[in-house]
């Protein structure tokens, strides 16, 4: 049997107290409730939920919130304050890349957890055939860094993403009226670490 290492077990119950991290957490939200307008009868995917700082955000305008994450460290926490959020929540405690998913969603939203994934252009394929037609994605990361973004190794296979390589894989994908834009910066003592949005449709 395979023993997958769960990355995040050292920082998952501190992970909230860093209030620049629910800072930027909040931007990311904000940005993406100026893009798009959602409605009490749609289901959505967080990606890569951690302890559901977007989840949160996002829980008051839909009906459920489908909330994937491999670590179960992090959706521990998300599990217990996840009895309070006031939509639905479903956790599926899963590597993203390894299974196949029958759901169909109104959209995908996820914050800080793309770097964390190998190869791109098939987990945005794989994002397209999740869609209902018409669906939404609202996808935030870093912008390129000189890799001292994280202190530890979490699993990062990229250190930030060009916003105009990111936007395009996505087009290449499929997604239409897209759009990427810095929408906070993550600020450490030793510097800053612009993050972006990016959002379109199927
Ligand atoms: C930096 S945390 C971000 C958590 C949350 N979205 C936020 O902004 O606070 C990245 C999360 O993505 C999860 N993750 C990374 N790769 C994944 C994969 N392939 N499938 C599922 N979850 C993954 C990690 O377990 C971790 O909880």
Redesign the pocket.
């Known amino acids: 049997m395979e023993i997958k290492k769960?990355?995040?077990a050292f920082k998952?119950n501190d992970?909230?107290k860093d209030v620049r991290?629910?800072g930027?957490?909040a931007n990311?939200a904000d940005g993406i409730l100026k893009e798009f307008t959602f409605t009490k009868d749609q289901h959505i995917m967080?990606?890569?939920?951690?302890?559901?700082?977007?989840?949160q955000e996002i829980a008051p305008y839909v009906q459920k919130i489908t909330c994937?994450?491999?670590?179960k460290s992090?959706?521990d926490v998300l599990r217990e304050k996840s009895k309070d959020f006031t939509c639905q929540i479903e956790i599926k405690e899963?590597?993203?890349?390894?299974i196949q998913i029958d759901d169909k969603y109104d959209a995908i939203i996820?914050?800080?957890?793309i770097h964390?994934?190998k190869d791109i252009k098939i987990?945005f394929k794989q994002f397209y055939s999740l869609l209902e037609v018409g669906g939404k994605i609202a996808l935030?990361d870093l912008e390129p860094e000189d890799g001292t973004f994280h202190s530890v190794d979490?699993?990062v296979f990229h250190f930030g993403f060009d916003k105009d390589w990111f936007l395009n894989i996505a087009l290449e994908v499929g997604f239409k009226n897209l759009k990427i834009e810095t929408v906070t910066v993550a600020k450490k003592p030793y510097g800053n670490f612009p993050i972006f949005l990016l959002t379109g449709n199927k």
């Not at 994937?68 to 670590?71: E, F, L, T, V």
């Not at 899963?94 to 390894?98: E, F």
């Not at 996820?110 to 957890?113: A, L, N």
Request: charged share 15%; glycine share 10%; net charge negative.
């Open positions: 769960d990355h995040f998952a992970y909230e991290r629910t930027n957490v990311i967080d990606f890569g939920s951690g302890t559901g700082l977007l989840t994937i994450d491999m670590s992090m959706t899963v590597d993203i890349t390894k996820s914050s800080m957890t964390h994934v987990l935030a979490t699993g």
